[in-house]
DNA sequence: TTGCGTTATATTTTATTTTATACAACGAAA
DNA sequence: TTTCGTTGTATAAAATAAAATATAACGCAA
């Protein structure tokens, strides 16, 4: 390990109480559900379980305010699954939080002598 | 879920490479060794094994440019565990990025309407 | 040279988390 | 009313992670 390079990283999420409730897999989820319609077809394109992905779905719904995600089974295409305007704000904040948090980031750096 | 009360946290830490070397866990390891000049007694106080504390030890010293533990066994006490200058160096550093990062926290958080 | 408590290491066991599997419920459309 | 693919839920299996256990190496001090 000869002139190792120093990179600050990290990771930010919304807590309610002491518990996560979102960060940013959960909001990629919610992209992907909103652009598929499908809470199974975001999970598969995420590489988790369909279980993962719904628990994760309800535990956002649970625990915000109003549900981010509203799902519906039968029908055309078996069923699908929408995000909510609230859900739309509630990415939206993130993102914002998340670009300030990589300005963050990038600003600052470990000063260590080699 | 009635009225929840939405709070910014997160973590930082350093890498190199893509691989995670130090975090506040480690800095808190370091700092106990430091104190009870003891790789055993230091994961005794965070409730780790004996065998994660001597990995995270090990791991930092490998893949930071120098040594930030050093140890030693036999002798006086059994053996003993010492942190480097440039451990010390080390801790300084991330406690001055955390506690940037502890102001960034509590400067942003997220909008949502009730 | 024996005892001591720690470091260092390997192996086994246990616990936890994740994934896989199965299946009922559902509603539109054919 | 049958088919379809998804949602929702439970259970079993598998994979990971963590902890427990055991033991050698070590060097000072009694």
């Given at each position: 390990?000869?002139?190792?390079?120093?990179?600050?990283?990290?990771?930010?999420w919304?807590?309610?109480?002491?518990?996560?409730?979102?960060?940013?897999?959960?909001?990629?989820?919610?992209?992907?559900?909103?652009?598929?319609?499908?809470?199974?077809?975001?999970?598969?394109?995420?590489?988790?379980?369909?279980?993962?992905?719904?628990?994760?779905?309800?535990?956002?719904?649970?625990?915000?305010?109003?549900?981010?995600?509203?799902?519906?089974?039968?029908g055309?295409?078996?069923?699908?699954?929408?995000?909510?305007?609230?859900?739309?704000?509630?990415?939206?904040?993130?993102?914002?939080?998340h670009?300030?948090?990589?300005?963050?980031?990038?600003?600052?750096?470990?000063?260590?002598?080699?």
């Amino acid at each position: 390990m000869s002139n190792p390079i120093f990179k600050l990283n990290g990771r930010i999420w919304i807590e309610t109480g002491d518990e996560k409730i979102l960060g940013h897999g959960r909001v990629e989820l919610l992209e992907r559900i909103q652009a598929s319609g499908s809470i199974r077809q975001a999970a598969l394109q995420m590489k988790m379980s369909y279980k993962q992905a719904w628990d994760l779905v309800n535990h956002m719904n649970e625990h915000f305010g109003q549900p981010l995600v509203i799902s519906h089974r039968g029908g055309k295409g078996g069923g699908n699954a929408v995000v909510t305007e609230h859900g739309l704000k509630v990415i939206g904040e993130f993102h914002l939080l998340h670009q300030k948090f990589q300005e963050f980031l990038t600003a600052n750096s470990i000063n260590l002598p080699l």
